[in-house]
């Protein structure tokens, strides 16, 4: 299919081009932030689903015993007293402690929290052949509000769970097994302890980079508190940059880090006057997925429980076949509506008369559309039908005869 470019009247004001293009992006958890958004920095959100109906979330890497709690939905764990498993009929509430997921590590959930390293994995001994026996027994509040006793009886050679739950009075006793080989290539599986059921609400490991969610975050040393925020997915690296203008902003002044909760929380912070959150200026992050990719993201807005919508903006540094040497003759480009479903409306201004190739390129590098076009000085306006594109991200880039580019990126959803 040959696709071809059609002059248009420009509607919006182009945005100012530096270093870098930004595109604007959002996610929405919904009224109460209820829902997480699993989402790909090369696509876009992948699945928006109800986080609220689950209370156990399990790490599948088949080395690791990682049993993680819903603190978002008011999922707590609570450590007893006494250790003994043999006590299933009689336990002891009293003097209980609040146990809590680390927020910078997916491998230390709530139930590994006093894990004291190989054979010891907090609630489960190390046995052998990848074998772990439960060591402790624990009282779960789950989301619904009910409390429940719980143990993890065994992980059997790294695969496959056994879990026994009951109501703190011994009725409703129930056991379920889990098995991580029914769910390859993902990062997470859930279950709800009220519907006594496995949930498998993420999408492929290789298809998120962020989890948007609420979640139990520590906001300030051994203090744990709800909080709405952003945890990058296994192998996803990040960088801060705090207190740097964002075209200023180089990662290569930083040293990336696997901690998934460097983004989290605090890029918004409460305001006590008008009751609505505000995005601190000079803040943004440098991520890079599975694939290598960096992309430089700041957050642009956040709609407070109402309606859970977070605003963001971000860009590749590092596109497949485009360059990072931006044309000086381009002053600004933009693209609108983005994302896109039939049509975008490419605008971009120049400073003089100039002869430019138009393409339009997937993230693989394949170019889809390529068009020579005479850029007149001042404001371009030009109309790129995409119906027929697979939905996903493209850049749309202009280069001139001496090899100089300039590009922005959209969505096709």
Request: include cysteine; charged fraction near 20%; hydrophobic fraction near 35%.
């Amino acid at each position: 299919m040959k696709y071809f470019l059609m002059p248009a009247i420009a509607c919006m004001l182009s945005i100012s081009l530096h270093a870098q293009v930004f595109v604007q992006d959002s996610v929405t958890l919904g009224s109460g932030n209820t829902n997480q958004s699993f989402y790909s920095l090369a696509q876009g959100e992948q699945v928006n689903t109800d986080n609220s109906n689950w209370d156990l979330q399990f790490w599948l890497n088949a080395f690791s015993a990682s049993v993680r709690t819903n603190g978002g939905a008011g999922v707590k764990l609570f450590d007893l007293a006494s250790n003994d498993t043999t006590q299933w009929n009689s336990v002891d509430t009293t003097n209980m402690t609040e146990l809590y997921n680390s927020d910078t590590s997916w491998d230390n959930g709530s139930f590994n929290q006093f894990a004291t390293g190989h054979p010891n994995y907090g609630w489960g001994q190390y046995q052998s052949l990848g074998t772990l026996i439960g060591i402790k027994i624990f009282v779960i509040k789950i989301h619904d509000g009910s409390y429940k006793k719980i143990w993890i009886e065994k992980l059997n050679n790294g695969i496959v769970y056994n879990i026994k739950v009951a109501n703190l009075d011994n009725s409703v006793e129930s056991t379920f097994t889990l098995s991580k080989s029914d769910y390859p290539n993902k990062s997470f599986v859930y279950y709800s302890i009220v519907n006594n059921a496995v949930l498998d609400i993420e999408p492929m490991a290789s298809d998120w980079d962020i989890v948007f969610r609420s979640y139990l975050g520590e906001v300030a040393p051994f203090t744990y508190y709800p909080v709405v925020g952003a945890l990058t997915n296994i192998d996803v690296q990040t960088i801060e940059a705090r207190g740097v203008d964002l075209a200023e902003a180089d990662p290569a002044n930083y040293s990336y880090s696997n901690e998934i909760s460097i983004i989290g929380w605090d890029w918004k912070i409460f305001n006590n006057t008008t009751f609505t959150y505000d995005v601190p200026d000079s803040l943004s992050y440098f991520v890079k997925d599975k694939d290598e990719d960096v992309y430089h993201i700041a957050f642009d807005d956040y709609g407070g429980s109402a309606t859970g919508k977070i605003r963001f903006s971000l860009t590749k540094l590092n596109s497949v076949g485009i360059s990072e040497i931006q044309d000086r003759n381009v002053a600004s480009l933009s693209c609108y509506p983005n994302p896109a479903d039939h049509v975008v409306n490419f605008i971009f201004d120049v400073k003089n008369e100039s002869e430019y190739n138009l393409s339009v390129i997937d993230m693989s590098g394949k170019e889809l559309i390529s068009n020579p076009i005479l850029a007149k000085k001042g404001l371009n306006n030009y109309r790129i039908p995409v119906e027929e594109f697979a939905l996903g991200s493209y850049i749309i880039s202009v280069n001139d005869e001496l090899g100089n580019q300039s590009y922005v990126r959209f969505i096709k959803k």
